[in-house]
Nanobody, 127 residues
Framework: QVQFVESGGGLVQSGDSLRLSCAAP????????IGWFRQAPGKAREGVLCVGHGGGSTAYVDSVKGRFTISRDNAKNTVYLQMNSLKPEDTAVYYCAANLMRSQCNTDLRQHEYAYWGQGTQVTVSS
């Protein structure tokens, strides 16, 4: 069974940066839109950013625009989430998943289209 593997999380201070990685052992990411999601304690999971097959991206959370960047390296079969100027409200478990129905990102997030969720990586930002 395919399961993505997220890594790169940690405990950082406000203003720091982190780069998360999303690997997909046994599954080729090439032709699918890949999304990063996050779930903060007591809150529902929300979509953060999506990257399409060609590298175009869509942000679903206004607060990350200008701070977070999503990218993909199809040769390495990996998707990245570069997070700069981190804030305490970015604290969450971050997950990646594949949209098996599309190669490009929707303008509206459709979580039910995503599959192969990993275990997530914890990001904690202290003030």
């Amino acid at each position: 069974q395919v399961q993505f593997v997220e890594s790169g999380g940690g405990l950082v201070q406000s203003g720091d940066s982190l780069r998360l990685s999303c690997a997909a052992p046994g599954f080729s990411l090439d032709y699918y839109a890949i999304g990063w999601f996050r779930q903060a304690p007591g809150k529902a999971r929300e979509g953060v950013l999506c990257v399409g097959h060609g590298g175009g991206s869509t942000a679903y959370v206004d607060s990350v625009k200008g701070r977070f960047t999503i990218s993909r390296d199809n040769a390495k079969n990996t998707v990245y989430l570069q997070m700069n100027s981190l804030k305490p409200e970015d604290t969450a478990v971050y997950y990646c998943a594949a949209n098996l129905m599309r190669s490009q990102c929707n303008t509206d997030l459709r979580q039910h289209e995503y599959a192969y969720w990993g275990q997530g990586t914890q990001v904690t930002v202290s003030s």
